[in-house]
């Protein structure tokens, strides 16, 4: 039978998932400070343990986290401070501060989010310094899962982390939403950070699994508060984007784990409700007269999606809003994505000529879906010399379970 405290104690666990990422938010925008709001939520959720199964949990949760966190913060800074004189004007600065009431924390509440993944993200951070912040501090993974997703040692994970809290730290980077002039710059590198955590869980680099739920529906998570908070077009586009690509999860793999093409893909088991959320958000984006390049690459998702059969794809218009994309902005990777529509509207050879010309350039060497690719069109075109040769530069350079024994089937296939 459940005691009364272990029910409590599930109560804390269940609020610790659901709040802790907002309470620490808030934290950080009343202590100025990322190690000091983790060092306090921590403290705050401490108390809760000992205290809740005894008082029982608070009317308003989240303020008492708030409240007790950033007292114990100053109760630490007032340690520190005979120790460390630096922080003696900071400790001036909380203690003159008013505590908020639960009113306004609930206010700030979205807000303070939003400062966070701005924070986080910001473009004096490098790429892979934003991504780490993001993912630990605004979506809570731990060091290990981060490491895991992303092919680098936990130091590594560690040291990008502190490198960027000690950034915004120096720079005195404002923990704040950027004013609306700003917006346009400051917007493209949070959708490129949220996209990044998606792709990763949507087509893991590495390891057993194709997928990684866990991460794309962080992404799909993250992308929804950002829509609420900052309805742009392209945050519809990325988050329709999202949902549409997430979709076809289902479909994606044999119940063995196996990688299952687009094409081969039984599409009953489409999720159509998260389609027609997906659509509705390309339509949102759409409407509007930017045409960005999520809202783009959304499109050309929505035209997938609204396929009921493989041959009922309508290749052109992919076509050319790949050559819209491309021409807003250029990337290898959309070229080769266009390379293969052109290829299953014109035929392999269509699509060989232009996969090759990615090749000779040299732009995605060391990438294995250009080897694929030219493998499988290669192939379809009666070529065996050609796709052997990149099938097996494909072996070499995948790192994927599933992707490794689908190469493997399609070395098989070949009769030379």
Known sequence: MQQPDD???????EIYRKESRYVFA??????????????ALHDAFNIALEQWPRNGVPTNARAWLVSTG???AIDRMRRQSKFNPLQIEHLRQLEVSTPESPENIDKELDDDVLRLIFTCCHPALALETRTALTLREVCSLTTEEITRAFLVTPPTIAQRIVRGKAKIREAKIPFEVPQQHELPDRLEPVLQVIYLVFNEGYYATSGESIVRADLSNEAIRLGRLLHELLPDPEVSGLLGLMLLHESRR????TPEGDFILLENQDRSLWDRKMIEEGLSFVHRAFSSKQRGPYTLQAGIAAIHAEARRFEDTDWTEIIQLY???LRINPSPFSE???????????????GLRLVNLILERGDLADYQLVYSTHAELSQRAGRPNGARKSWERALALSQQGPERRFIERKLAELKI
């Open 70 to 72: 950033r007292f114990k």
């Open 250 to 253: 289902p479909a994606r793999t």
């Open 26 to 39: 808030t934290l950080i925008r009343l202590l100025d400070d990322f190690d000091l709001a983790e060092d």
């Open 7 to 13: 029910h409590i104690r599930q109560e804390i666990a």
């Open 336 to 350: 080769l994505n266009r390379a293969v529509a052109v290829a299953m509207r014109d035929g392999p050879e269509a």
């Open 323 to 325: 050559t819209l994309l």
